[in-house]
Nanobody, 115 residues
Framework: QVQLVESGGGLVQAGGSLRLSCAAS????????MGWYRRAPGKQRELVAT???????VYADSVKGRFTISRDNAKNSVYLQMNSLKPEDTAVYYC?????????WGQGTQVTVSS
């Protein structure tokens, strides 16, 4: 059983920064993709950024140039550095671990950006 535990959410003013962390534990296949998704109030969950085990990253257009995803394979962890935050970034952010056969989600962490 794989568990994902997120941390780092909170309340920040527009233009501020936050760093989200996600640690995976359990039986994890070394070849995987880790990432972050978010769900804003009244909207569907959307991709924010993903990163492969080899370090290839993909970003949503809305966060390019502001957010940076990184990972530490030795710690089975993924991070999301969020800069220049906007009120429209307000959402619950979910960590994701995608393996060949399985897809895991964290419980989510709230990010609120005030104007």
């Amino acid at each position: 059983q794989v568990q994902l535990v997120e941390s780092g959410g909170g309340l920040v003013q527009a233009g501020g920064s936050l760093r989200l962390s996600c640690a995976a534990s359990g039986s994890i296949f070394s070849i995987n993709v880790m990432g972050w998704y978010r769900r804003a109030p009244g909207k569907q969950r959307e991709l924010v950024a993903t990163i492969t085990d080899s370090g290839r990253a993909v970003y949503a257009d809305s966060v390019k140039g502001r957010f940076t995803i990184s990972r530490d394979n030795a710690k089975n962890s993924v991070y999301l550095q969020m800069n220049s935050l906007k009120p429209e970034d307000t959402a619950v952010y979910y960590c994701n671990l995608l393996e060949t056969l399985y897809n895991y989600w964290g419980q989510g962490t709230q990010v609120t950006v005030s104007s």
